[in-house]
């Protein structure tokens, strides 16, 4: 089993960011196991750049949490941009250096999961079926690091979720060892279930794929079914048809089930008022945001809280 005691992790100390979310930030460690490692950067780095070394024989999970990431490669000379929330799932056989840095100051933020081969073959057990034989090779040739030509893929909102209970999880020792490891499960399980929908989205029309992405992305803000297709330029009804067509649900379905998602995974917040919630929701009214949890739930965001 390999040891990583050989991997490094370099961050240059910085002052905290006084402008950050309620939560603390966090630089550094989260987790270290014999076969997982998980580092994280919540601060701005001297000059916004960090130096990253993947270890021999091992997947590397990079989420991007901040804005237009450039990452440099130095053992291939590979130069590769990310927008924020993308992440890449990249196999390195040997150890590998890498530069991130952001560009006009901007913060550098992101989570590296660093997992063992032997760990990822003995999950998977290719020699179990073709399928899961498949999926361990893809991994091996990078076949997890662009969604479509040359395009890193984007997080989903129940990656998201995760890697936020990955950051805030307090608890130490096996609870802790037990919880990692079936977060981690549950982003490779979400990663292989995008990939495998690439091409059924590629014979998607072209619209209900954009607006669907569309609203991934901006679905915490205050937008409404009836803008997004004058925002994009798609003729509005024929978008609500086509959408409707290709994932079994309205446009306007659809953002509310991203945001009750969303809402029922931070009532568990303590630290978050109700109404707080319901704008990181993208709701602008708490009572709309209540009346909406209720309908979805059947109870109020104030009663979840409390029982």
Do not use: W
């Not at 913060?107 to 760990?119: A, G, P, V």
């Not at 991994?139 to 979720?161: Q, R, S």
């Not at 091409?199 to 079914?225: G, S, V, W």
């Amino acid at each position: 089993m390999l040891s990583y005691e050989k991997l490094l992790f370099q961050i240059v100390p910085s002052p905290p960011n006084p402008f950050r979310m309620k939560h603390q930030s966090k630089k550094g460690i989260l987790f270290r196991s014999e076969d997982i490692r998980i580092l994280i950067q919540e601060e701005s780095c001297p000059e916004n750049r960090s130096h990253v070394i993947e270890g021999k024989s091992g997947f590397n999970l990079l989420f991007f949490l901040s804005s237009n990431i450039h990452l440099n490669a130095h053992d291939c000379g590979t130069q590769l941009s990310f927008k924020k929330n993308q992440y890449i799932l990249h196999y390195s056989p040997e150890e590998n250096n890498a530069d991130l840095r952001t560009e006009n100051k901007e913060s550098l933020e992101y989570l590296h999961i660093q997992l063992d081969y032997q760990y990822i073959f003995n999950l998977i057990n290719p020699e179990s079926n073709r399928e899961s034989a498949d999926i361990l090779e893809g991994m091996v040739k990078n076949n997890y690091i662009f969604l479509h030509k040359g395009t890193p893929p984007d997080m989903t909102v129940e990656m998201h979720m995760i890697l936020r209970e990955i950051i805030g999880y307090s608890k130490k020792g096996v609870m802790q060892k037990l919880f990692i490891e079936a977060k981690v499960i549950q982003l490779l399980m979400l990663i292989f279930e995008q990939f495998d929908q690439k091409n059924i989205i590629e014979e998607a029309p072209q619209a209900p794929t954009a607006i669907k992405k569309f609203i991934d992305e901006n679905y915490h803000k205050n937008i409404r079914a009836e803008e997004i297709g004058k925002l994009m330029g798609f003729n509005q009804n024929k978008i609500r048809k086509d959408f409707k067509a290709c994932y079994h649900m309205t446009i306007t379905d659809y953002i509310s089930e991203l945001r009750m998602l969303k809402a029922k995974k931070l009532i568990t917040d303590k630290k978050m008022m109700i109404k707080e919630i319901a704008i990181e929701c993208g709701y602008e009214y708490v009572q709309n945001f209540t009346r909406a949890f209720k309908k979805k739930y059947g109870v109020s965001p104030e009663k979840l809280r409390t029982e």
